[in-house]
């Protein structure tokens, strides 16, 4: 059953030796989606630079990923391990340029250091100094957090990750204004949602296959998402995967699409799915 929710997006700003991290940081907050998200009225939205920007010309880089990635973002987490990453014109690397802008707008900030152990000839000791330099500034300016494996950043950000969306007076505030507008409305038909363009085109093959489903199968050669005999990604880069998948989470945690096999491999559009669709079908 389908049902409106308040998305937050989450930035995740990292450098390139914590992509495993990001990616467990990504499973973490969909897995919040998925115990939370319907009690709560609340979509956990993971976005970062890599998934959420394209190539474009007339501005510096990380500006422009800045105003079209990072500005609309409720939330940003950092995850520093040995490298600080590829320095800007304004920071010594674009993570540290996202995770300062995003604090001097007043936003809530989560910001964790890997002590993980490596070999030493691995490590390239400007880049750390940058890290433990980077580091020494964010605790003078709140509380970070350090780990020491994969398993324990896991269970410590579930753990914070909750913490912050139930306690910090950020998301309190948007939530009891959202709460008062909805209730306020009688007509949930009034309630409008907005997909993604990925999303939104999903949801529309859907509705045009003759049983209104959604392929997503893996096997050893790599992944394949179809519907109604289009083919949107197979064996694609992390980052096509990577939009598709959110495209799907996206339209189940609204109650479009319903998993059939418990898989997460065959979906089928609901009947609030294809009413959405007719509804809405000048904007898909």
């Known amino acids: 059953m389908a049902y409106t929710a308040t998305v937050f997006r989450v930035m995740i700003a990292f450098p390139s030796d914590v992509t495993e991290l990001r990616d467990i940081a990504r499973e973490v ?23 959420h ?16 990635v990072l500005s609309d973002c409720d939330l940003l987490v950092g995850i520093f391990h040995n490298r600080i ?5 304004k920071e010594v690397s674009g993570s540290v340029e996202e995770i300062k802008e995003h604090h001097g707008l007043g936003k809530p900030a989560m910001v964790y250091f890997s002590t993980e152990s490596v070999n030493a000839r691995d490590v390239d000791k400007a880049q750390l ?19 020491d494996s994969q398993d324990r950043f896991r269970e410590d950000f579930n753990r914070h990750l909750s913490l912050t969306i139930n306690q910090h007076e950020y998301f309190k505030s948007i939530l009891d204004r959202n709460n008062l507008a909805w209730f ?81 491999e065959i979906y089928k559009l609901t009947n609030t799915g294809f009413d959405f669709v007719d509804m809405s079908n000048a904007q898909l």
Request: glycine share 8%; hydrophobic share 35%.
């Open 29 to 51: 907050i969909n897995d919040w989606n998925n115990i939370h998200s319907k009690e709560k009225i609340v979509v956990l939205l993971p976005v970062d630079w890599i998934t």
């Open 53 to 68: 920007s394209a190539p474009e010309l007339g501005g510096r880089a990380q500006g422009i990923i800045n105003e079209k």
């Open 85 to 89: 990453g590829s320095p800007t014109s």
């Open 129 to 147: 100094d940058s890290v433990l330099a980077f580091e020494k500034w964010c605790q003078s300016k709140g509380i970070t957090h350090n780990f």
């Open 184 to 264: 306020s409305e009688p007509d949930a038909d009034e309630l409008k949602v907005e997909l993604s363009e990925s999303a939104r085109e999903l949801l529309l093959a859907g509705s045009e296959d003759s049983h209104g489903m959604i392929y997503y199968m893996r096997s050893f050669s790599g992944k394949r998402l179809s519907s109604n005999e289009t083919v949107f990604s197979e064996n694609g880069s992390p980052r096509e995967v990577a939009k598709w998948e959110e495209a799907i989470t996206e339209l189940e945690n609204l109650g479009l699409i319903e998993d059939i096999n418990g898989k997460s």
